[in-house]
């Protein structure tokens, strides 16, 4: 009953934060990173930064206990993800030797509820014109095999 009570309460959020929850996850046209400005990511929304941008930070909620998921997809530049705290304490990164193409996923449970940072570093440039999306997934909770380390 309080698993549906919850989740009844994080549809009724979600839906009211983000204007396209439950739908097909796009590119916002409207909404790009062009600079190194902290940004709020949306859950269920992908964001695109283009050119040659060093670092992009992204602004998000991470509730107690959820397990949040992360997905950039590379597209000609090397990205290095991290995840900070309010203090500036590292929470998790990853840089997968996987080059400038591709996706990069990042995965952690929160620990604490509060509001944290992905830094977006760009690393290698294999194009004129890079490119890369990134789209938090809806937090949820963590299963066996979320708690692997």
Same mark, same amino acid.
């Given at each position: 009953m309080r698993l549906l009570i919850f989740g009844w309460l994080c549809f009724f959020l979600a839906s009211s934060i983000t204007p396209n929850f439950g739908q097909t996850p796009e590119t916002d046209k409207n909404q790009k990173a062009t600079t190194a400005n902290e940004e709020v990511l949306q @859950?269920?929304? =992908?964001?695109?930064?283009?050119?040659?941008?060093?670092?992009?930070?992204? =602004?998000?909620?991470?509730?107690?206990? !959820?397990y949040i998921?992360? $997905?950039?997809?590379?597209?000609?530049?090397?990205?290095? $993800?991290r995840v900070l705290d309010e203090h500036? /304490? #590292?929470?998790?990164? #990853?840089? =997968? @030797? /996987?080059?400038?193409?591709? @996706?990069e996923h990042l995965g952690f449970i929160a620990t604490t509820e509060e509001m944290l940072r992905l830094i977006i570093r760009s690393g290698e440039v294999s194009v004129p014109q890079p490119e890369y999306s990134v789209l938090m997934y809806v937090p949820r909770k @963590?299963?066996? !095999?979320?708690? #692997? !380390?």
């Open positions: @859950p269920g929304r =992908r964001l695109t930064v283009s050119g040659k941008v060093k670092q992009s930070e992204f =602004r998000f909620f991470a509730p107690k206990g !959820a998921q992360f $997905l950039v997809d590379q597209k000609g530049v090397d990205v290095v $993800l500036n /304490n #590292i929470v998790c990164w #990853i840089d =997968r @030797p /996987n080059g400038s193409w591709g @996706p @963590p299963m066996a !095999a979320d708690e #692997i !380390a």
